[in-house]
């Protein structure tokens, strides 16, 4: 049978036999199912935190580090992203394979995988 790719993007690529993503190498044959993880933003916690520190400087009148504060929390919130993750189960268990801040990049690699395991048979 005559390998067929599925998707194909840089590091990343699906074919009906294997996927290779990030220098690793993942047999078709050995994954059963396909399912997506997604990791709130990082800078978001943060950026509340600073933001109650802001109140609390407004409250106490200490109008500079309020400002400087609500500030970096704001910047900090807007920066902020969500990672998504493809995680894989195998025979041996679950194995996270990709990690990316695009929503419909992840999409397209976890499509592909499962027309993959379909292709597979």
Not at 8 to 13: A, P, R, S
Not at 66 to 93: F, N
Request: proline residues 1%; charged residues 15%; aromatic residues 10%.
């Amino acid at each position: 049978m005559q390998e067929q790719t599925f998707f194909e993007y840089e590091d990343v690529k699906v074919t009906n036999a294997r996927f290779v993503t990030g220098g690793q190498t993942y047999a078709m044959q050995n994954i059963t199912s396909v399912k997506t993880k997604e990791d709130g933003p990082a800078g978001l916690g943060w950026g509340i935190i600073l933001w109650v520190a802001a109140a609390v400087c407004l409250w106490n009148k200490a109008w500079g580090w309020a400002a400087i504060l609500a500030i970096v929390g704001a910047l900090l919130m807007w920066k902020s992203k969500a990672t998504y993750h493809i995680i894989l189960t195998t025979a041996s268990g679950e194995a996270s394979a990709l990690k990316t801040h695009q929503k419909e990049y992840l999409q397209k690699v976890v499509e592909a995988l499962n027309q993959a395991i379909i292709a597979r048979g």
